[in-house]
């Protein structure tokens, strides 16, 4: 098999200017009573057509409920308190996913944007031979294609994520984890979405395994050309498959950037902290400094920057204010990229009557 | 040797050996004779104040050592030495016995601690079990101790809540504490990081580390994370298929893999540094246990196998210093397989 290097290739920021969704201010609650608690919070991110864009953070940041409001899944007590998610077809019609009926979005589902889910390897049913599960599916909306066509298509699906079409009669417990992987990811691509999510899409398999699915989720990609979100919490592994990547933290974007400039260069101290975190395999031992504390309690939270606590970087501003996205200051960034951090927020700052104090060296490498 | 040792204790001593270690699974079915291969002749020592790290994907029968060697469950061949006499506990108060001296962490946190229960309550059973009646002042300096050894601090706030009221890493530092309180020589961690946090992951090995460093616990690692084996492990063996494939130290094993599995797996796992080095097109996944492929097990994805691969098993041969790879490319004999660049070879 060759691969035209997808993993690993030169950064391609995707223009703005033909983004396939746009998700914006989407606030996001849990809890009925007087007191929810605010998971997601003001969160914007715009997907451009054809890019890979990587969701990291700790368990608890709000990456999967980002994915699942912005495609209507949030089971109760989730509830959606604002914000937009525009979706634009391929003939550049825009439609908001938050607002259409029932109807509208059974027939959107799956077409414009399909989930893999986490877990997914359980996420198919024991009691029937996976050709069905799929033909299902494809039947589902489209009623007018027939068994025999639906399976049919089901046996291009397979193989094309690379399982012999000769599996459509297998039961789920008869493959392996990787398989059962694939054939969730041969579901999604069944209707030719234009976006797919990925939550956290290879958590449950080894290396080995993992890198054969991210290598065809690349191929794929550069095949057919849809957009991916991939969500995950391991960092070095969005860095090769991530054109861009967006940083959560406490229910807010913390840093959204090229996917090396997140590595080379990060502007975010959490960001800078979780890339420190982990062991590199290879290359000289580097001191590891990890991040101290745990993640703050999403109901308990003051007014200043969520992160200010573990933060090495945090002054008194930092309890005052919760800084917003802006454009890193520092000279020679990427313009597309962005950091919520007072650091690189002067204005902010003195908003509040405060002294700004400089952008550390170790936040602004270049 | 006695349980008490005359001599001085020192770090590098054999604490627990595994000769010999074998499980077969019994298939269910009335007439099955099929078994599940999960381990096969495994060998190896733990030794004082040493971490050794036992890397492997899932299914490969890393966790089945750790379960054999703390002795949840029968071996069906080999022997366990504790200080070199045969470990094997027959009855409760033998078990007692060795599971005072090895004791177990587990992957999941959540799991492994009983949500009902109070972080005193658990401390405090442990404590019982193990050292006999405490109680008032005494107990409670132990406690104290306890989780301050984990870094618990101050153990006043933690020490009634439950374990709902604590995080991820906190409540695995419970878990430390509660097989600390057993003082055991050997401590069997089995993937306890995988289920935290990147963010704390790290705190848990640091933590580990020092018990290693203060308390010259053994420890075995099981993890499916090489490159924490690196970071934080002394030796590191690697398995495959219910076999150990390579060992040697964690460096050398990691930087420069000998077996072509490990290759493989070094190759294969994330590393932004490096985007280019990438066994692209790695095919195949783990072999079926129950009729293990024949030969050496990798041989069905090995790209250098060759017929002698396929009909007979390597043994694990010297592969430089106190290095040991199990793989045919390594031997003298004239039909061996010549091994080269595993990216090279699967590209």
Same mark, same amino acid.
């Given at each position: 098999?060759?691969?035209?290097?997808?993993?690993?290739?030169?950064?391609?920021?995707?223009?703005?200017?033909?983004? @396939?969704?746009?998700?914006?201010?989407?606030?996001?609650?849990?809890? #009925?009573?007087?007191?929810?608690? &605010?998971?997601?919070?003001?969160?914007?991110?715009?997907?451009?057509?054809?890019?890979?864009? *990587?969701?990291? *953070?700790?368990?608890?940041?709000?990456?999967?409920?980002?994915?699942?409001?912005?495609?209507?899944?949030?089971?109760?007590?989730?509830?959606?308190?604002?914000?937009?998610?525009?979706?634009?077809?391929?003939?550049?019609?825009?439609?908001?996913?938050?607002?259409?009926?029932?109807?509208?979005?059974?027939?959107?589902?799956?077409?414009?944007?399909?989930?893999?889910?986490?877990?997914?390897?359980?996420?198919?049913?024991? @009691?029937?031979?996976? !050709?069905?599960?799929?033909?299902?599916?494809?039947?589902?909306?489209?009623?007018?294609?027939?068994?025999?066509?639906?399976?049919?298509?089901?046996?291009?699906?397979?193989?094309?994520?690379?399982?012999?079409?000769?599996?459509?009669?297998?039961?789920?417990?008869?493959? $392996?984890?990787?398989?059962?992987?694939?054939?969730?990811?041969?579901?999604?691509?069944?209707?030719?979405?234009?976006?797919?999510?990925?939550? %956290?899409?290879?958590?449950?398999?080894?290396?080995?395994?993992?890198?054969?699915?991210?290598?065809? +989720?690349?191929?794929?990609?550069?095949?057919?050309?849809?957009?991916?979100?991939?969500?995950?919490?391991?960092?070095?592994?969005?860095?090769?498959?991530?054109?861009?990547?967006?940083?959560?933290?406490?229910?807010? +974007?913390?840093?959204?950037?090229?996917?090396?400039?997140?590595?080379?260069?990060?502007?975010?101290? #959490?960001?800078?902290?979780?890339?420190?975190?982990?062991?590199?395999?290879?290359?000289?031992?580097?001191?590891?400094?990890?991040?101290?504390?745990?993640?703050?309690?999403?109901?308990?939270?003051?007014?200043?920057?969520?992160?200010?606590?573990?933060?090495?970087?945090?002054?008194?501003?930092?309890? /005052?204010?919760?800084?917003?996205?802006?454009?890193?200051?520092?000279?020679?960034?990427?313009?597309?990229?962005?950091?919520?951090?007072?650091?690189?927020?002067?204005?902010?700052?003195?908003?509040?009557?405060?002294?700004?104090?400089?952008?550390?060296?170790?936040?602004?490498?270049? | 040797?006695?349980?008490?040792?005359?001599?001085?204790?020192?770090?590098?001593? @054999?604490?627990?050996?595994? =000769?010999?270690?074998?499980? &077969?699974? /019994?298939?269910?079915?009335?007439?099955?004779?099929?078994?599940?291969?999960?381990?096969?002749?495994?060998?190896? %020592?733990?030794?004082? *104040?040493?971490?050794?790290?036992?890397?492997?994907?899932?299914?490969?029968? /890393?966790?089945?050592?750790?379960?054999?060697?703390?002795?949840?469950?029968?071996?069906?061949?080999?022997?366990?030495?504790?200080?070199?006499?045969?470990?094997?506990? /027959?009855?409760?108060?033998?078990?007692?016995? #060795?599971?005072?001296? =090895?004791?177990?962490?587990?992957?999941?946190?959540?799991?492994?601690?009983?949500?009902?229960?109070? @972080?005193?309550?658990?401390?405090?059973?442990?404590?019982?079990?193990?050292?006999?009646?405490?109680?008032?002042?005494?107990?409670?300096?132990?406690?104290?101790?306890?989780?301050?050894?984990?870094?618990?601090?101050?153990?006043?706030?933690?020490?009634?809540?439950?374990?709902?009221?604590?995080?991820? !890493?906190?409540?695995?530092?419970?878990?430390?504490?509660?097989?600390?309180?057993?003082?055991? %020589?050997?401590?069997?961690?089995?993937?306890?990081?995988?289920?935290?946090?990147?963010?704390?992951?790290?705190?848990?090995?640091?933590?580990?580390?020092?018990?290693?460093?203060?308390?010259?616990?053994?420890?075995?690692?099981?993890?499916?994370?090489?490159?924490?084996?690196?970071?934080?492990?002394?030796?590191?063996?690697?398995?495959?298929?219910?076999?150990?494939?390579? $060992?040697?130290?964690?460096?050398?094993?990691?930087?420069?893999?000998?077996?072509?599995?490990?290759?493989?797996?070094?190759? $294969?796992?994330?590393?932004?540094?490096?985007?280019?080095?990438?066994?692209?097109?790695?095919? !195949?996944?783990?072999?079926?246990?129950?009729?293990?492929?024949?030969?050496?097990?990798?041989?069905?994805?090995?790209?250098?196998?060759?017929?002698?691969?396929?009909?007979?098993?390597?043994?694990?041969?010297?592969? !430089?210093?106190?290095?040991?790879?199990?793989?045919?490319?390594? $031997?003298?004999?004239?039909?061996?397989?010549?091994?080269?660049?595993?990216?090279?070879?699967?590209?």
């Amino acid at each position: 098999m060759t691969i035209a290097s997808p993993i690993g290739h030169p950064q391609r920021l995707a223009p703005a200017s033909d983004p @396939v969704l746009e998700i914006k201010n989407l606030s996001v609650d849990y809890g #009925y009573d007087d007191d929810p608690v &605010h998971v997601l919070r003001q969160v914007s991110l715009t997907l451009g057509r054809g890019e890979v864009l *990587g969701l990291a *953070g700790e368990s608890g940041c709000g990456k999967s409920t980002l994915a699942y409001a912005a495609t209507r899944l949030l089971p109760p007590p989730g509830l959606i308190t604002g914000g937009e998610v525009l979706f634009t077809d391929r003939s550049g019609v825009k439609t908001d996913l938050l607002r259409l009926n029932d109807t509208q979005l059974r027939a959107s589902r799956w077409q414009d944007m399909a989930i893999v889910f986490q877990g997914a390897m359980n996420s198919l049913n024991p @009691v029937y031979r996976i !050709g069905r599960q799929i033909a299902d599916g494809i039947r589902a909306h489209e009623p007018k294609t027939s068994q025999k066509e639906a399976l049919e298509r089901a046996a291009e699906l397979l193989d094309l994520v690379g399982i012999s079409p000769d599996r459509l009669r297998s039961y789920p417990h008869e493959l $392996s984890g990787g398989m059962r992987q694939r054939v969730m990811i041969a579901m999604a691509l069944a209707l030719d979405p234009q976006v797919l999510i990925m939550d %956290e899409p290879t958590t449950a398999l080894d290396v080995v395994m993992q890198r054969q699915i991210v290598e065809q +989720i690349a191929e794929l990609r550069d095949r057919l050309g849809f957009s991916v979100i991939f969500i995950t919490h391991d960092v070095s592994l969005l860095i090769e498959i991530a054109d861009r990547i967006a940083i959560m933290y406490a229910g807010e +974007i913390v840093e959204d950037a090229a996917a090396l400039d997140v590595y080379n260069k990060p502007r975010h101290p #959490y960001s800078s902290a979780l890339l420190h975190s982990f062991p590199p395999l290879r290359g000289p031992r580097r001191e590891l400094i990890g991040i101290p504390g745990s993640p703050p309690d999403l109901s308990r939270l003051g007014g200043g920057c969520p992160f200010a606590d573990r933060c090495a970087f945090a002054f008194d501003a930092c309890s /005052k204010v919760n800084p917003e996205l802006v454009f890193p200051n520092v000279p020679g960034d990427d313009p597309r990229r962005s950091v919520a951090c007072l650091r690189h927020d002067p204005a902010a700052v003195r908003a509040v009557g405060e002294v700004p104090l400089p952008v550390p060296a170790e936040l602004s490498l270049s | 040797m006695s349980p008490s040792p005359s001599a001085e204790p020192a770090d590098g001593d @054999v604490v627990l050996q595994a =000769v010999d270690l074998q499980k &077969h699974f /019994k298939l269910r079915g009335l007439n099955s004779r099929d078994v599940v291969h999960a381990v096969d002749g495994v060998n190896f %020592e733990l030794r004082r *104040g040493r971490v050794l790290a036992l890397v492997g994907e899932s299914g490969s029968g /890393k966790s089945t050592i750790a379960r054999l060697l703390a002795q949840l469950m029968p071996t069906t061949g080999g022997r366990i030495l504790l200080h070199g006499e045969d470990a094997a506990a /027959k009855g409760r108060r033998a078990f007692r016995r #060795y599971v005072g001296r =090895v004791q177990m962490i587990f992957q999941d946190p959540f799991g492994s601690l009983n949500p009902v229960h109070t @972080v005193r309550y658990m401390l405090t059973r442990s404590l019982r079990i193990h050292r006999g009646r405490l109680r008032g002042a005494a107990l409670e300096e132990a406690l104290v101790e306890l989780l301050e050894r984990v870094q618990l601090k101050p153990a006043e706030r933690y020490i009634d809540k439950f374990p709902h009221e604590l995080s991820g !890493g906190q409540r695995q530092r419970v878990a430390i504490a509660r097989a600390l309180a057993a003082d055991p %020589e050997v401590l069997l961690a089995d993937e306890p990081i995988s289920m935290l946090d990147v963010s704390i992951r790290l705190g848990i090995l640091n933590l580990l580390q020092d018990l290693r460093d203060r308390l010259h616990i053994a420890i075995l690692y099981i993890t499916h994370d090489i490159a924490s084996a690196r970071y934080f492990a002394d030796r590191t063996m690697v398995m495959y298929a219910g076999r150990i494939v390579e $060992s040697g130290d964690s460096e050398s094993v990691t930087q420069d893999p000998k077996h072509p599995y490990t290759q493989l797996l070094v190759r $294969s796992a994330p590393d932004p540094d490096d985007l280019e080095a990438r066994a692209h097109g790695a095919r !195949g996944e783990a072999p079926s246990l129950v009729k293990p492929p024949s030969g050496c097990r990798f041989n069905p994805r090995c790209p250098f196998a060759t017929e002698l691969c396929r009909t007979e098993a390597p043994p694990l041969l010297p592969v !430089g210093d106190g290095r040991e790879a199990a793989c045919w490319g390594y $031997s003298e004999r004239a039909d061996r397989p010549t091994l080269s660049d595993i990216t090279e070879a699967l590209a």
